[in-house]
């Protein structure tokens, strides 16, 4: 049972098509509506990168009410990330962690697609646990690059930044932010996750 409650957040795909439709427009708390970047999210304008050269133990904390990831090495902050957590109904968990596991390559084993033999996309954007399997189809997990698994099944990784919690519980970060946490964390780098 514990097993099947892990797999079921082994993934962060987006099912809600209008999080990756170029025609969504997204609004500040402000009321005005929010650029969006060529790739389709938000415009980047929180992230940094201070952290070359800068000696001591990394740790990161994630604020879930700011929706940013701030590292940390030997408690100087070296770096911000703009993230998207867990939507409603799969919140991504506050608590105290450690990186459990990194996987540059990971992908999701319950999101993703169902692809014909020639790796066509059949069904876009499903939960194995909830949508049915075509006859003759496969599933191809949504890719999650630059994992740090840090509880359960949640995990930091690179992914689509809608500008407000979207996620299955892992926490998305800007592909280039997820490859330096990715690079300046190990097993057992301390992860705190704060509302």
């Not at 209008?18 to 509506?33: A, E, I, K, P």
């Not at 999210?41 to 050269?53: F, K, L, P, Q, T």
Request: charged share 15%; hydrophobic share 35%.
């Amino acid at each position: 049972m514990f097993a099947l409650a892990l797999a079921g957040l082994a993934g962060c795909a987006s099912h809600d098509t209008r999080l990756t439709s170029s025609t969504t427009q997204y609004l500040s708390s402000g009321g005005r509506v929010v650029e969006r970047a060529s790739t389709g999210g938000i415009v980047d304008n929180v992230s940094y990168w201070d952290g070359d050269g800068v000696p001591g133990s990394p740790s990161i904390t994630i604020d879930l009410g700011e929706q940013k990831a701030f590292f940390y090495k030997d408690n100087r902050l070296v770096g911000v990330s703009m993230i998207s957590s867990g939507r409603e109904g799969y919140a991504t968990p506050p608590g105290t962690y450690k990186v459990i596991q990194k996987s540059k390559d990971h992908v999701s084993n319950l999101y993703g697609d169902y692809v014909d033999g020639g790796g066509t996309v059949m069904v876009a954007n499903v939960g194995v646990n909830r949508d049915p399997k075509p006859p003759g189809a496969v599933f191809r997990g949504a890719p999650m690059p630059y994992f740090l698994r840090f509880h359960g099944g949640y995990g930091l990784h690179a992914g689509f930044l809608p500008g407000f919690p979207a996620s299955h519980g892992c926490v998305r970060m800007p592909e280039r932010m997820a490859q330096i946490f990715f690079a300046n964390s190990d097993h057992g780098t301390p992860v705190r996750v704060v509302n």
